[in-house]
């Protein structure tokens, strides 16, 4: 099945410091989700971009869907010791005709104090 | 509150068991979905339902099927659990017409031993 490239893998970082993480796939998109998952829970909807260029705040937190719609990345400024978690893009094609996406692999966040 | 709900968070099963996953939500959503969630590998479909009755083979379905006989429940069997199986499976649904992402349940890791 496909997936979307997600990097980092992990990161490490001290608090207070800005993240930045992106996914790239060679297919087109008309939507792309960026989902957080806490240890031991499902994933929860972060922010959700359906326009090539746009960008969207939630919070600290700002992602951008990128020009070409194959790619788009998620910065959080000022991270914080509850930011550590997974984090997932999620892309739906222009082609799909469901209401299926795809995953990327996810970026493991680790805030250290 | 939105929810889907996982009946089980936890559950160890013995290999060649048959095992069902259980997933309700009470969203009235037309569209279900399981996918399994590896370290590394991202989150990965297995089925898909559209409504009920219906059901579609996802990424990784051998070894898997699912049941859906009402709208608000889909569930996940494992006809003979394997070691391989063993994994963290999460619930998503969504609505026919949305384009804003899915609700997960939190979670149901399996262990098979």
């Known amino acids: 099945g496909q997936q979307l490239n997600q990097s980092p893998q992990s990161m490490f970082i001290q608090e207070g410091e800005d993240v930045s993480m992106n996914c790239t796939s060679s297919?087109?998109?008309?939507?792309w989700l960026w989902y957080k998952q806490d240890p031991g829970e499902g994933p929860v909807l972060l922010i959700a971009?359906?326009?090539?260029?746009e960008l969207t705040s939630n919070g600290r937190l700002t992602a951008q869907f990128g020009i070409t719609r194959k790619d788009s990345f998620l910065n959080i400024s000022a991270s914080i010791p509850s930011d550590v978690g997974i984090y997932f893009c999620?892309?739906?094609?222009?082609?799909?005709?469901?209401?299926?996406?795809?995953f990327g692999t996810g970026t493991r966040l680790k805030v250290l104090a | 509150d939105v929810k889907v709900t996982q009946s089980s968070r936890y559950l160890v099963k013995r290999t060649g068991e048959k095992v069902f996953l259980e997933c309700v939500q009470d969203?009235?959503?037309?569209?279900m979905f399981w996918y399994r969630q590896d370290p590394g590998l991202g989150l990965r479909l297995i089925y898909f339902?559209?409504?009920?009755?219906?059901?579609e083979k996802g990424d990784i379905p051998e070894g898997y099927s699912v049941s859906r006989e009402k709208k608000e429940r889909f569930s996940l069997i494992l006809e003979s659990a394997s070691t391989n199986q063993t994994s963290m499976y999460l619930c998503?649904?969504?609505?026919?017409?949305?384009?804003?992402?899915?609700?997960f349940g939190s979670g149901t890791r399996l262990t098979v031993v």
């Open positions: 297919s087109i998109f008309n939507t």
């Open positions: 999620a892309g739906q094609l222009t082609t799909s005709g469901t209401y299926k996406y795809i």
């Open positions: 998503a649904s969504t609505a026919m017409g949305s384009n804003y992402g899915y609700t």
């Open positions: 969203m009235d959503h037309e569209n």
């Open positions: 339902s559209y409504d009920v009755k219906m059901k």
């Open positions: 971009l359906y326009k090539a260029g």
